[in-house]
């Protein structure tokens, strides 16, 4: 049995479909710091400014990570989509930030035409 395929949506509906069954938030989080030497390197690009390639890389592992802590728990529920998606950041300290991904659990139906 393959795993069973989750719906994620920044939206607060689906269209042609109906929500059936409200299971509650769900939601996945980790902490992340980067490498001193990769720090230190990130550190000498802001004086010249531009993108930092290091912490760009960390954050998107860190989305990443987070994303599919809150599709194992929706999984454990049975959801059929996660609805309304946010992202939250939060500097934990220098060079270590946590990534917070959190939406609705629900369940799913064809929409009845009327």
Same mark, same amino acid.
């Given at each position: +049995?393959?795993?069973? @395929?989750?719906?994620?949506?920044?939206?607060?509906?689906?269209?042609?479909?109906?929500? *059936? %069954?409200?299971?509650?938030?769900?939601? $996945?989080?980790?902490? !992340?710091?980067? #490498?001193?030497?990769?720090?230190?390197?990130?550190?000498?690009?802001?004086?010249?400014?531009?993108?930092?390639?290091?912490?760009?890389? +960390?954050? %998107?592992?860190? !989305?990443?990570?987070? &994303? =599919?802590?809150?599709? @194992?728990?929706? /999984? !454990?529920? $049975? =959801? #059929?989509?996660?609805?309304?998606?946010?992202? *939250?950041?939060?500097?934990? +300290? %220098?060079? *270590?930030?946590?990534?917070?991904?959190?939406?609705?659990?629900? !369940?799913? &139906?064809?929409? /009845? &035409?009327?």
């Amino acid at each position: +049995m393959g795993v069973m @395929e989750i719906l994620v949506s920044t939206l607060e509906a689906v269209p042609g479909y109906r929500v *059936a %069954q409200v299971l509650g938030v769900v939601k $996945g989080s980790t902490v !992340r710091s980067k #490498h001193l030497g990769k720090d230190l390197l990130a550190g000498l690009r802001t004086l010249v400014g531009g993108e930092l390639p290091e912490y760009t890389e +960390m954050l %998107q592992e860190a !989305r990443e990570v987070a &994303e =599919a802590r809150m599709l @194992e728990e929706a /999984r !454990r529920l $049975g =959801a #059929h989509a996660v609805l309304g998606v946010r992202y *939250a950041t939060a500097s934990v +300290m %220098q060079g *270590a930030a946590e990534i917070l991904v959190y939406g609705t659990a629900v !369940r799913l &139906e064809p929409a /009845r &035409e009327v």
